[in-house]
């Protein structure tokens, strides 16, 4: 299967700071999800990009599709931000491969 | 619009006991997905089922895992004869349709063998 490689794995922000999280894998994609982990466990849906790029309140995310990464930019970081970051792309199948995540603590 | 809901949200079996996890799909769907996360790691998929059907259940283990997705009714995942390593957290999502739609998950079922 598609090979899913996230980087930083773990990242500290003092609150107020920006971020870029990145998403590297190894196949061409049908499509791309990140989600967001949250300390309780949930996955919080953030954004559906199989390629260009997408604006929610403080987040946004980039696809490049033929050069086979995603970005996810966090801009003044808050800590309800913490948690763990999750890259996941489809190359088609009927399923979505998950990538190890980036454990992010925003500290005040 | 309720999303997808999981029951139980925990469940603690002894080992050899059954677990019965369920799935209800946002409304409107009809592909539902079972995914495993196991301690600190990522989500792996496990299978894919729509109404009556399973159409991929490459990543579910030969024995005592089961699933279904009856007309009516939730999508159940079924695991037997449970042993220590089935500890993990159990997520279902649903979709609309094929082809690679966006994908909604559950708040997830966190079993625990004892």
């Known amino acids: 299967g598609i090979q899913v490689e996230q980087s930083p794995p773990d990242l500290i922000l003092q609150e107020g700071a920006n971020s870029t999280l990145r998403c590297n894998f190894s196949?061409?994609?049908?499509?791309l999800q990140w989600f967001h982990q949250n300390p309780w466990g949930q996955l919080i849906n953030l954004f559906y990009?199989?390629?260009g790029t997408k604006q929610n309140g403080r987040l946004s995310a980039t696809t490049v599709a033929t050069e086979r990464y995603s970005l996810l930019y966090i801009s003044s970081s808050q800590t309800t931000d913490s948690g763990v970051y999750f890259c996941?792309?489809?190359?088609?199948?009927?399923?979505?491969?998950f990538g190890t995540g980036t454990r992010l603590t925003v500290i005040p | 619009n309720a999303g997808v809901m999981q029951n139980p949200r925990h469940l603690v079996r002894r080992r050899g006991q059954e677990a019965r996890l369920r799935c209800s799909p946002m409304?409107?769907?009809?592909?539902v997905y079972w995914y495993r996360q196991l301690p600190e790691e990522g989500l792996k998929f496990m299978v894919y089922?729509?109404?009556?059907?399973?159409?991929?259940e490459s990543g579910m283990p030969k024995e005592r895992f089961s699933a279904e997705f009856p007309k009516e009714g939730p999508s159940i995942l079924r695991i037997q004869q449970v042993v220590r390593g089935d500890s993990a957290a159990y997520f279902c999502?649903?979709?609309?349709?094929?082809?690679?739609?966006?994908?909604?998950f559950g708040p997830g079922t966190r079993l625990t063998v004892t």
């Open positions: 999502a649903s979709s609309p349709g094929t082809g690679g739609p966006e994908q909604y």
């Open positions: 196949d061409s994609v049908n499509n």
């Open positions: 990009i199989p390629s």
């Open positions: 996941a792309p489809n190359p088609g199948a009927n399923n979505l491969f």
């Open positions: 409304k409107g769907h009809s592909h």
């Open positions: 089922l729509q109404k009556e059907n399973i159409i991929d």
